[in-house]
């Protein structure tokens, strides 16, 4: 009995995505006209990211033989979709699952902080589709829908470190910088919400009087710089 209750908590975390992935699949089939479920997608602005993206596989330059106004990570990320399929939005169609599923879990360990009830796996399914029924998101494959779980997960961060009255950690820091660099890599108006997001720590760490307050400036600045070697 032990050893099985081990096992469970150990892999919990595992169990716990593999089931928001599931709910991702479920909803985005039925939600996102990027599905196999829809005979075409018809939002213009999903048809311009995989047209660049699949122009990339063929040797085009975004930005000067092809030009749209979003960020390069963006048609990467179609490009890549492109790989799975060059003539529908079924490559789309996975990462977006994929997404979805991470968007889920983060909400989900941001949910538990504040409260013990794990009743929140069966509420978070219906909310993420209400979410992708919205008049903003109704057709699927926007910009903005990538950037939720990069959007989320500082803010996870900087709410558990606070609650915990700790410091952040280092990886932490990394990783939203890296989630920052992503961001503007995608759709750079989103990044006003770092800038917003950056006031709560700083003052979190003078009222606590941490001395590191550089350091974690720096660290975060590392991690836009790691995603945007790529680019």
């Not at 089939?29 to 939002?43: A, D, E, K, N, Q």
């Not at 660290?219 to 790529?230: D, K, N, Q, T």
């Amino acid at each position: 009995g032990d050893v099985l209750n081990t096992f469970i908590l150990k892999h919990k975390n595992i169990n716990l995505f593999l089931y928001f992935l599931i709910c991702s699949l479920l909803i985005l089939s039925v939600c996102s006209t990027t599905s196999p479920l829809y005979p075409i997608h018809s939002w213009d602005d999903s048809n311009c990211f995989l047209t660049v993206g699949k122009g990339v596989l063929y040797g085009k330059v975004i930005y000067r033989d092809l030009y749209e106004q979003k960020g390069p990570v963006l048609y990467f990320l179609h490009t890549l979709a492109c790989l799975i399929s060059e003539n529908s939005f079924l490559g789309v169609y996975f990462f977006q699952i994929l997404f979805g599923g991470v968007f889920l879990f983060i909400s989900y360990k941001l949910l538990k902080l504040f409260c013990a009830t794990d009743r929140i796996v069966f509420i978070l399914p219906p909310l993420f589709a209400i979410l992708f029924t919205s008049h903003n998101y109704i057709l699927g494959d926007s910009a903005e829908e990538f950037c939720f779980s990069l959007i989320l997960y500082p803010l996870f961060c900087s709410i558990a470190a606070i609650l915990e009255n700790r410091k952040f950690k280092k990886k932490e820091l990394v990783l939203t910088g890296i989630c920052a660099g992503c961001v503007l890599w995608i759709k750079y108006t989103m990044c006003f919400f770092f800038i917003g997001w950056a006031v709560i720590p700083v003052y979190y760490y003078i009222k606590n009087r941490y001395k590191s307050i550089l350091s974690c400036i720096l660290l975060v600045f590392a991690g836009v710089f790691i995603s945007s070697i790529p680019v």
